[in-house]
């Protein structure tokens, strides 16, 4: 696990917020679809296939791709949705979470406890 500095972490949110921003939208894309794959499955004896199944797919490997890097550089995605991410680091000699999410200035300026989540958000 990495360990950020709030430094950091605000020095890496200009790479995050874009790829925030299009796991959302993407999201958003799948939702549409939904009713559409699920019917595709159902029928997938008979040869499947559905319309924006081409689109479907490659949203969700994009999606797929996406959170992998978002992981990969040491951030934890909380929710799709709201573009909610942590970023691991020290306070007080013990671990906690910088909290930050989309619609937020893009500086870090909340922190919580590993286990209170985004209720017990605390100002830095």
Known sequence: MRIFTLDEANELLPEIVP??????KLYARVGELREHASAAAAA??????MV???IYVQSLYEIGKLTTEIHEAGVQLKD????LID??????GHLVLLCWQLGEPERIEWWHETDSGFAGRQPL
Not at 44 to 49: K, R, T, W
């Open 87 to 92: 970023f691991p680091t020290m306070r007080g």
């Open 52 to 54: 924006g199944g081409t």
């Open 19 to 24: 790829k925030l921003k299009k796991i959302r």
């Open 44 to 49: 997938s004896n008979l040869g499947g296939g």
């Open 80 to 83: 799709h949705t709201r573009g």
